[in-house]
């Protein structure tokens, strides 16, 4: 079982341009989570996609969105790049109605903007 | 405004001795709390959770207990063992309008010292 991966692990982009971060969950799950890590800092909630669409979202502009493919795999994209949207970029994936515990995370996208 | 917050960015231990993270939040809808284990270059790990309709759980060698008129939470992992150096975050959710949604803190960064 290869859990969650993501790709690219490490991404140099400038301000303005946009990016897309790809991820792939475990297998048997269906729900994608994605978190953003700034440096020193615990992760924050993007937003969550289930069936295709997006369930919950966290306090993120719409400059963030993101896709569920039916396979399960994910796009986070952010258009605009700020310097602040520097981060690790984490993708969760889990199956709804087991719990936060059965959650498992990816090892992240670094994203640096310049 | 930061609703999970742990105050002490970093802790060192001597192997064998009991170490003691701590963990405060300031939204009373809360009513679940997870600890995860990070190391380097990897994602967050499910460590051990409790229901807000309990105040200890324990797992081996990781107990956490919970004051809710408090609002706080702890860790404690007896005996530290050195592969337990690692980023500890406390994160939190609102398990009945935000299931999937979960609070992280900013982490504290435990080093056990052989």
């Known amino acids: 079982d290869a859990g969650v991966t993501q790709s690219p692990t490490h991404l140099i982009k400038t301000r303005g341009q946009q990016v897309t971060l790809r991820c792939s969950p475990k297998?048997?799950?269906?729900?994608v989570s994605w978190y953003q890590q700034a440096l020193g800092q615990g992760p924050q909630f993007i937003f969550q996609y289930y069936e295709e669409e997006e369930r919950q979202r966290g306090n993120f502009p719409d400059r963030f969105s993101g896709h569920q493919f039916p396979n399960y795999s994910s796009e986070l994209n952010v258009n605009a790049l700020l310097l602040g949207d520097s981060a690790l970029y984490l993708c969760a994936s889990s199956h709804p109605g087991t719990g936060q515990e059965t959650q498992y995370f990816g090892p992240g996208t670094r994203l640096l903007v310049l | 405004d930061q609703q999970v917050k742990q105050n002490s960015p970093s802790l060192s231990v001597q192997e064998g001795r009991i170490s003691i993270l701590n963990c405060d939040y300031t939204?009373?809808?809360?009513?679940?709390f997870l600890w995860y284990k990070k190391y380097p270059a990897e994602g967050p790990t499910f460590l051990i959770s409790?229901?807000?309709?309990?105040d200890k759980n324990e797992d081996g060698r990781f107990t956490v207990f919970l004051n809710k008129s408090a609002k706080h939470l702890s860790l404690h992992i007896v005996p530290s063992q050195p592969g337990d150096s690692a980023v500890y975050f406390c994160a939190a959710s609102d398990f009945e309008t935000s299931y999937d949604k979960v609070i992280f803190g900013p982490g504290t960064s435990l080093s056990v010292i052989p």
């Open positions: 297998s048997g799950h269906d729900t």
């Open positions: 939204n009373s809808m809360f009513d679940y």
């Open positions: 409790i229901s807000s309709i309990k």
